[in-house]
């Protein structure tokens, strides 16, 4: 029997690591009832040797799936193992791994089996048992199936922390060409649905505590890079409409891994677009940390992210006009938007220069990349050396300093092997 | 030059700084602890006994300057053990004591910036053992675990374990420091048993009879999960670094 759970593990996680949303924060459950775990900032237990954060027991309930989406390795055509966790059993295992500090909670998926509600309601047990009959206050991650009734939602919300749906595809008609059989207003209906009810009832708890805490940690959605031929301003303008319109927590980027010889899609083998996955998150920062938009980051003129600077640095050397900056005057905002100096380090700059001016040695110590930043900042009376130099100069010198694991990516040359 | 020696406890180290007050010495001093000291001729030696009035004194002095955040990270940077540490945390007090204002966010002194580093590297150690902790289940019910952390930081994590695990027994037992945390269901208590590898391995510690499988199941989770052609190296090592490996369940036999 224990080899059996044994081997439906390893399916059943196999098939789940696609999904590469890890994050256990956002949430603030208490352990009030003397019960079992809590949950706060988030903890990564291990990283997997592609150095990839494991917080969370993340499985699928069964790879069953009714569906046949192109991208997905549990699609209905796949010639792959199947199996299926009981409730009890993924319950058991949530426990167990989280009494010996493994993890910090579970993210259950699942593939489509019969019918949306009776998948969900599947899901919604697990969530349910594990709240009330093992007074369990760690953390949960359920996936939203498409099509299920707003009933179960309600439900599940009521029991996860954090709730959600991929679009899988940036664009409508990646989706219809790689997943026939999924409408793309299947996916949204239930985020605008859960915003909505999020929204009031954080409302609500505002005048009483007595209200029950419903997913507090939002929503996040993912989205497949790499398999369909979408621009990154295209995925960014969807990052967008998802921060700003359904207030997602977090979307997430997924550089897709080869799983199919479907000739709609990159071929077994072919390198999984790691560096542009960077890049993508690189830019979804400075939208949410750094107070970037969409079109400063990119723009239909230029609608894809430099592969050799990231995205901050081609910004800056785009808008050299505004620089250098003074660190010891500048106001945070900028200070913020200068390459080499991070959210951290703009903080400590702005404490400091209350009781001193900066100097070159004070701004290393602090610990930003001065051999970045030096190009666009001034401090005390020592001008900045290098006003004359144009993008382009800056450029070649940050580029040929800098030694990256990506660089085999940036030769135009086609590798064959 | 005079020098000051300890025993190494953070109320002594106060009590330290109350006597380089006291005695009002501006001349070259340091703070030693007599674990490490050894003795010379050139210097004017003082012997502390910690003492809890003067170790109060001189902490409710930098409280009335500092803020929490701030006195939080003198105790951490001290938690760090770092050689002589203990006089760039008595730089830092001597700059707190001399200034009207608050002088914890000028990072352009090289001591106070050293105090706030240290103690940054502190908090991720604690971090990395609310991460690294990996209990095992004995057949008394008793979840146990081994830890060798960089810096002294089980008095750290004591409350996120307790909060936690508020209905189960545990310790967490550092095998470096020699000393332990033990949580009896009410309480934590500060243990000092040896409670080592060998014993474990000799079969002095019995184990629940489901622990050796929920391990392997662990084991696999954690390989199943990974993705092989995004394989990285380097990642996986700097955010696991090789030397917890020793005790944690999913990497030991790597090594």
């Known amino acids: 029997m224990w080899e059996r759970i044994t081997e439906k593990l390893s399916i059943l996680a196999d098939a789940a690591k696609y999904d590469v949303s890890c994050a256990s924060s956002g949430s603030n459950r208490k352990n009030s009832n003397k019960g079992l775990g809590n949950t706060g900032n988030g903890i990564c237990h291990a990283y997997t040797e592609d150095g990839r954060c494991v917080s969370l027991l993340k499985i699928l309930l069964t790879n069953h799936c009714i569906y046949d989406c192109a991208y997905c390795v549990s699609r209905k055509s796949n010639d792959v193992k199947r199996a299926a966790f009981t409730v009890q059993e993924v319950v058991d295992l949530t426990i167990n791994f989280y009494r010996r500090n493994y993890i910090e909670g579970l993210f259950l998926s699942s593939g489509i089996f019969s019918n949306a509600d009776y998948t969900m309601e599947r899901l919604v047990l697990v969530a349910k048992k594990l709240r009330t009959e093992h007074r369990f206050n760690g953390y949960i991650h359920l996936k939203t199936i498409p099509g299920a009734s707003n009933d179960l939602l309600e439900q599940a919300a009521l029991y996860a922390d954090r709730l959600s749906v991929n679009v899988e595809m940036p664009t409508e008609q990646s989706l219809k060409l790689l997943a026939p059989d999924k409408k793309r207003q299947d996916m949204l209906n239930p985020m605008t649905y859960l915003k909505n009810s999020i929204q009031a009832r954080h409302e609500e708890r505002k005048t009483s505590k007595k209200v029950p805490v419903y997913a507090p940690a939002g929503q996040s959605t993912q989205m497949v890079i790499g398999a369909t031929p979408e621009t990154d301003l295209q995925i960014l303008l969807m990052s967008h409409f998802f921060y700003q319109k359904m207030q997602m927590r977090r979307v997430y980027y997924s550089g897709y891994v080869p799983v199919s010889n479907d000739n709609r899609l990159p071929s077994i083998g072919t390198p999984v677009p790691l560096l542009r996955e960077n890049r993508l998150y690189q830019a979804d920062w400075l939208l949410r940390f750094y107070g970037f938009t969409v079109n400063e980051i990119v723009s239909p003129h230029q609608p894809l992210l430099d592969a050799d600077i990231d995205p901050k640095l081609a910004w800056a050397l785009r808008n050299l006009h505004l620089f250098p900056v003074d660190v010891n005057k500048a106001d945070l905002f900028l200070l913020k938007r200068v390459p080499g100096i991070g959210i951290q380090s703009a903080n400590k700059i702005y404490a400091a220069r209350k009781y001193a001016l900066l100097n070159e040695q004070h701004l290393v110590k602090i610990g930003i990349a001065y051999n970045k930043a030096k190009y666009f900042i001034t401090h005390g009376v020592n001008n900045n050396n290098y006003k004359e130099l144009t993008a382009m100069q800056i450029k070649d010198r940050l580029v040929n300093q800098a030694v990256s694991k990506y660089k085999p990516n940036f030769s135009p040359q086609m590798k064959l092997f | ?255």
């Open chain 2, 1 to 255: 030059m005079h020098t000051f020696i300890y025993n190494g406890s953070f109320e002594g180290w106060l009590t330290a700084v109350f006597e380089i007050y006291e005695y009002n010495i501006n001349e070259e001093v340091v703070i030693v602890k007599d674990a490490i000291y050894q003795p010379s001729l050139l210097t004017q030696e003082h012997i502390v006994t910690p003492d809890d009035t003067k170790a109060k004194r001189v902490w409710n002095g930098l409280k009335q300057k500092l803020s929490p955040r701030a006195l939080e990270t003198l105790y951490h940077s001290f938690l760090s053990e770092d050689k002589g540490i203990e006089n760039q945390m008595l730089q830092y007090a001597r700059l707190v004591f001399s200034n009207k204002l608050t002088i914890e966010h000028n990072f352009s002194n090289s001591a106070i910036l050293k105090i706030t580093q240290t103690a940054q590297k502190v908090r991720r150690e604690r971090h990395r053992m609310t991460a690294f902790v990996r209990f095992q289940l004995t057949s008394d019910g008793l979840y146990y675990a081994l830890v060798e952390p960089d810096f002294n930081v089980l008095p750290l994590i004591i409350k996120h374990f307790k909060d936690r695990y508020a209905d189960q027994r545990w310790l967490i037992y550092d095998n470096y420091r020699k000393y332990g945390i033990y949580y009896n269901l009410q309480t934590v208590e500060i243990v000092e048993i040896a409670f080592t590898e060998s014993n474990a391995s000799s079969g002095a510690i019995l184990y629940d009879e489901k622990e050796a499988l929920y391990q392997q199941l662990w084991q696999q989770y954690f390989s199943s999960v990974n993705i092989k052609a995004r394989k990285n190296t380097k990642l996986h090592i700097q955010h696991m670094p090789v030397r917890y490996w020793k005790y944690l369940t999913e990497k030991r036999d790597f090594m």
